[in-house]
C-alpha cells in the first residue's frame, strides 16, 4: 500500500462517524492536519534534567541552550525547514494552516509569549518533529503561577505526540510538585507513549549508588502513575559529556542510548500504526459517552412518561367525575338546595389536575436530569452491566471511564442533556461497527 494511504483511510473513517458524533456530544478532537502531520516526540523533565542536551545530541548541533539552572521558561517547537535556520515566535506557530498547532490558540496569549519555533534543516527533523518543553518546577504555589495552565498543555502535546520522553536527574529521582500533575493528569491514558530516561550515569560513584537511585526513581513513579506496570526506563549517558574518572562502566547506558535513538528513528514507520491506535481510542471515549448519555437520556425520558401517564390518568379520572357530576345534575335530580354544587364538586378535582399534569412530569424530568448528572457513574455502570461482568474487559472500561467522566459531568453540569443532541441507536451501532472490525481490518493491511 503506498506511504501514508492507511492514515487517509484511518482519516475518511474518523470524518464520517468518530468526528461527527464526537462534536455533537461537546467532545474536543484533533483536527486532521494533525494526523497527517510528522511523527511528534514530547521531552518533559526537570531543569537540568537533560532534555536540551539530549535534543543537541540528536540534532548533532548546539540549537538548545544547556545548564544546570533554569534556561527556559516556554516550550520550543523544532521543525525542518530547507533554508537557513530561522525563528517563529508563538503566534506564528498557533496561526500557521501549515502547521499542526493552531488548537494551541485556546490556551490564551500566556501561551503564545512563552511558545516559540525553529525551523532547521536537520535530517533528523526531515521525518520527526520535537517539543522541548520548561524545567517542570518542584514548588508549586502563587509565586511560580505560569501564565498558561501548564498540565493542559502539555496534555494537549502529549495526546498528539507518538512518543512522550520523562527526563529525570539521578541526583534528584523524586516526583514533586509539577511533576505530580503532568503524571497523574496530564498523562493519564496515554501511558502507552511515555518512556522514563534517567540521564547522566556517569555521575554514579559505584552500582550500589545506580541501584539506590533507580530504586528510587521505581518507588517514586508507582505512586504517581495509574498504570499497573512502569514504563520502560532508559538510563543513558551521552557521549559528549562524560565526566573523566568515572568509576562505573557505561557500556551498557551507551547501549539503552542508541536503543532510544534506534525507537526513536523508527518513528516514522510506526506512524501509520500510532494513527490507527490514537483513533481507535478516540472511538473508544466517543463511543462510550455517547452510551452513556444515552443512557441517562433514557432514563430521565422514562421518568418523563411515567410522571405523564400518571398524570394523565389522573386526569382523565377527575375529567370523568366532573362529567359524570354534570350528568347527574342535568338528570333533574335535585336536593332541596338546588343542584349547583354537584358539578362544581366534580370540576374542581379537574381544575387542578390539569396544571398537575402539566408542570409534574417537567419538574420530575429536570429533577432525574440532575440526580442523573450527579450520580453519572450509575449511568455508565448500567450501560455497560454485561461488559463490566466480564473480568478481562472490566478493568479497560474502568480504565477509559476515568478518563472521559470528568469532561463528561463537566459539559452535563454546564449545559445539561438539552445541550447535548441525540445520537440515534443506529449511529452508535454503525460506530460500535466501525470500531470492531473496520478499523482493526487496516491494521491488517
Known sequence: MPEHEIIERVIALRQSLVTPIGRSIGMELVDDAVLRARPLVLLLGNHSSGKSSFINHLLGRD??????????????????GEDEPRSLDGHAITTSPDLPFMEL????????????????????LRHVSLIDSPGMIDSVGPAWQRPYDFAAVVRWFAQKADLVLLFFDPEKPGTTGETITVLTDSLAGIDHKLRIVMNKMDLFDGMRDFA???GALC???SRSLRTKDLPHIYTTVLPDRVRENGRLPLDDFAAALRELEAYI???PRRRDDSVLSGVMDEARLVLMRARVVERLRSVVRRTWLQTFAACLGATLLTALIAWLCFQLASSGWQGERGDWWIPALGLLPFLVALPVLWHAPRVRRRRAEERGIRAIDESFRDEYATELSMRDHAADLEHLWERTRPALARGLNAGGLARIPRTAPSRIAQLQRCLDSELPALRRT
Open 265 to 267: 528513528a523508527e518513528l
Open 212 to 214: 539506590r537511585t533507580y
Open 105 to 124: 490558540t485556546r490556551f490564551g496569549p500566556g501561551l503564545a509569549q512563552h511558545l516559540q519555533g525553529r525551523m532547521l534543516d536537520c535530517e533528523l
Open 63 to 80: 540549537i538548545q541552550r544547556t545548564g544546570v539552572a533554569p534556561t527556559d521558561d516556554g516550550f520550543t517547537v523544532l521543525l525542518h
Open 219 to 221: 518507588w517514586n513513579l
